[in-house]
């Protein structure tokens, strides 16, 4: 889970370059499982969550172009108000439909 928290006044181009992201990851990578991006407005934050088959799938998509851009346009922007946070998450129930 990435926890992304937009700069002042930017919500609404993060949530634009996420979509963005969901979109490409949905279209090229097999491998994931779930990818979700989710506004929580109690708290300005934005949780991404992904879900890999493996790995590998996990380590491809970092390595993605379209990751890469969507770091890039968020540095030079200034679009975070501060790093991503990266949580890991250990899945002990649940399922998908």
């Not at 770091?71 to 399922?95: D, M, P, T, Y």
């Amino acid at each position: 889970m990435n926890i992304v928290t937009p700069a002042e006044g930017k919500k609404d181009r993060v949530q634009e370059l996420l979509s963005h992201l969901v979109s490409e990851v949905e279209t090229n990578e097999p491998e994931a499982l779930a990818f979700y991006a989710s506004w929580v407005a109690d708290v300005g934050v934005f949780y991404v969550i992904e879900l890999f088959a493996n790995e590998a799938a996990q380590e491809s998509h970092r390595q993605q172009s379209y990751t890469a851009e969507l770091r890039r346009i968020c540095r030079e922007e200034h679009n975070l108000a501060k790093k991503v946070e990266v949580q890991v998450l250990s899945k002990f129930a649940g399922f998908s439909r």
